[in-house]
């Protein structure tokens, strides 16, 4: 009970501080402009990177190189195999998004290596590390 009310007292002192250093402060019209304008050009940047994505505002020279595990040659068409994750065969017939390769040109469904992904960043067959998507 004792320290219940000592809570109390602490927050009271504490509101009655924080409300005596806020009005203590005069408005000025100067600071809200610069304010707004801050804010308002975090949104921009936020806005920007939803459409641009994340990566436009970095310079291409220093961009790491993306892999792109939607790759397929000829050869890979005629090729059997199956994916490992859910033990079922890839159909190379399918559009190419319906399939990925790895660095170490192992196939896998994208849905099965994308959950694989989300929870470890190694080739569930040879457990190469795997660049980011
Ligand atoms: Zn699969
Ligand atoms: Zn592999």
Redesign the pocket.
């Known amino acids: 009970m004792e320290t219940r009310r000592e809570l109390s007292v602490l927050c009271s002192n504490f509101c009655g501080i924080f409300l005596g250093c806020i009005l203590i402060i005069k408005p000025d019209k100067n600071w809200c402009i610069c304010l707004v304008g801050f804010v308002g050009l975090q949104a921009l940047i936020l806005l920007l990177q939803y459409y641009l994505g994340s990566r436009s505002f970095i310079l291409f020279q220093i961009l790491p190189i993306k892999y792109n595990y939607h790759k397929r040659s000829d050869q890979d068409i005629n090729r059997a195999t199956d994916c490992v994750i859910c033990m079922t065969a890839v159909d190379f017939s399918h559009p190419p998004n319906v399939c990925m390769v ?5 196939f896998f469904h994208s849905e099965c290596l994308r959950k694989w992904m989300d929870e470890k960043m190694d ?6 590390r795997l660049p980011p998507v």
Not at 102 to 106: E, L, N
């Open positions: 790895t660095p170490c040109d192992h080739c569930p067959t040879c457990r190469h």
